[in-house]
């Protein structure tokens, strides 16, 4: 009789468990984590294709291997850890630690070559994967839930960079012909300002520059900084918000790529100088010409490498920065401040560099508030003004584009119509934005009742 009931309730259980995965949250989870790893898998092929590791093998290699990636390991493990008490944290922080202790104990007494990578993070990294296995074998129901969360959150920038690095591979390999002499003679209407920012950054020496690179390769740093206020009450409401930081970043890193495959740039430190690293660029580049002297000129389709990536149009850190200033709008005044520094320091980094034009810049403003209106949209139910104000993003961002590949000469001839024209467009999406988010927050207080008329005693 006991075994009969037993036998009853698991067949309960089983169809309970079968009837919640046919739930749609469950089933959208499912399919996406499978067009994830399909995804993965094609591009390790793709990759492979090209006599290049892909993302899978470059991250299974830093389980044991010397690590590129070290900060961005821990970064990744502090996203995950949103969900843990602060025990928890200190118990995962120490055993990442001590991982990273033990391989570099080893490292040493084997005499490794310890330049190709970073001295830790392996722990980090471990840690990440091990509390994947400890929500699939020790955990159950809602805590499950919420562990695999956070793991997944850690998971997407460890992920999502060694994927944005594939992809840039992908780009030099498959794009040689660069569009550069089209958006550098479209930057004429713009003033060109990368020739003019560079000049500025090469006159106030090592310092400036150090200043400028420090911020424009600590971004994640950054964007961790602001997840982390976004997150802060995840341990404790047993909850994620319906939107942070890190899902417009992750939207951004995954739309970008494809765009660079349509409009393939390498930038002017590359195209109109010697390159990033000295004068092995010169041989492809038009002449040496950044940051002194502009380029004039009709322009034309021009080759390049097989190395360089082509990821200037948009210029993603710009749309990051920009990402990271919209979410620290609503932080404390030094979350504020330091998110428009890092906007502000970002923008002069990737023009004094050499690494964008002007005309990138712009849409990857255009670019990042389009997505965020598209995030936010999703988030609360689409409605008119958010269909209105995504559709009027991607128009505006399609037509820059096209500009910039058909009318540069004009645009470069009527500099004071056409700057002040994509300056407009660039500022109506922005002012578009702000509109609609604000009818889209809550009131802040209720509206007061009236106060209940007394009857005159008669």
Same mark, same amino acid.
């Given at each position: 009789m006991i075994s009969n009931v037993s036998r009853v309730f698991s067949r309960i259980n089983r169809r309970d468990k079968l009837a919640a995965w046919r739930q749609p949250r469950a089933i959208l989870w499912a399919t996406a984590g499978v067009v994830t790893l399909g995804f993965l898998i094609a591009l390790e092929i793709t990759a492979r294709g090209y006599g290049l590791p892909g993302p899978l093998t470059t991250q299974a290699r830093e389980l044991i291997f010397l690590p590129k990636s070290g900060f961005l390991l821990y970064f990744s493990m502090a996203l995950m850890m949103v969900v843990f008490t602060w025990r928890q944290r200190l118990i995962a922080t120490g055993v990442a630690i001590g991982i990273d202790v033990v391989f570099l104990l080893v490292r040493l007494l084997a005499h490794a070559d310890m330049s190709e990578g970073h001295p830790f993070g392996n722990g980090a990294w471990w840690v990440i994967l091990g509390y994947a296995v400890i929500a699939l074998t020790r955990r159950a129901g809602p805590e499950r839930v919420l562990l695999l969360k956070g793991v997944g959150l850690g998971l997407l920038m460890v992920v999502g960079r060694k994927v944005g690095d594939t992809w840039l591979l992908i780009t030099s390999k498959t794009r040689p012909v660069v569009l550069d002499q089209y958006v550098a003679t479209a930057d004429?209407?713009? /003033?060109?300002p990368s020739w003019v920012v560079g000049? #500025? $950054?090469?006159? !106030? /020496? &090592? #310092? /400036?520059a150090h200043v400028l690179d420090s911020v424009y390769t600590l971004l994640p740093a950054a964007a961790v900084v602001v997840a982390l206020y976004q997150l802060r009450n995840v341990a404790a409401e047993r909850r994620f918000p319906g939107h942070h930081l890190v899902r417009t970043f992750l939207v951004i890193g995954l739309l970008g790529p494809g765009i660079y495959m349509l409009f393939p740039v390498v930038g002017p430190v590359f195209a109109y100088g010697p390159g990033a690293t000295g004068t092995g660029g010169l041989q492809w580049a038009v002449a040496d010409l950044w940051p002194n002297t502009p380029p004039v /000129? #009709? &322009?034309h389709l021009m080759t390049y490498d097989g190395i360089t990536p082509r990821n200037c149009m948009p210029s993603l850190h710009t749309a990051w920065a920009a990402a990271i200033f919209i979410h620290s709008r609503k932080g404390p005044r030094m979350l504020r401040y330091g998110g428009t520094f890092w906007l502000v320091a970002t923008l002069g980094a990737t023009l004094g560099f050499g690494y964008h034009y002007g005309a990138d810049l712009i849409a990857g403003v255009v670019f990042t508030y389009t997505i965020e209106a598209a995030m936010r949209a999703f988030d609360r139910g689409w409605d008119r003004a958010g269909i209105q104000? $995504? !559709?009027?993003g991607t128009t505006v961002f399609a037509a820059l584009l096209v500009s910039y590949r058909y009318l540069p000469v004009e645009m470069a001839r009527h500099p004071w119509v056409f700057g002040p024209l994509l300056i407009l467009a660039m500022t109506s999406v922005v002012y578009g934005y702000l509109r609609t988010t604000r009818q889209w927050e809550p009131t802040a207080a209720l509206a007061q009742r009236p106060e209940p008329q007394l009857e005159p005693v008669v």
């Open positions: 004429h209407a713009l /003033g060109n000049r #500025i $950054v090469r006159e !106030t /020496g &090592p #310092i /400036g /000129g #009709i &322009p104000l $995504v !559709t009027y």
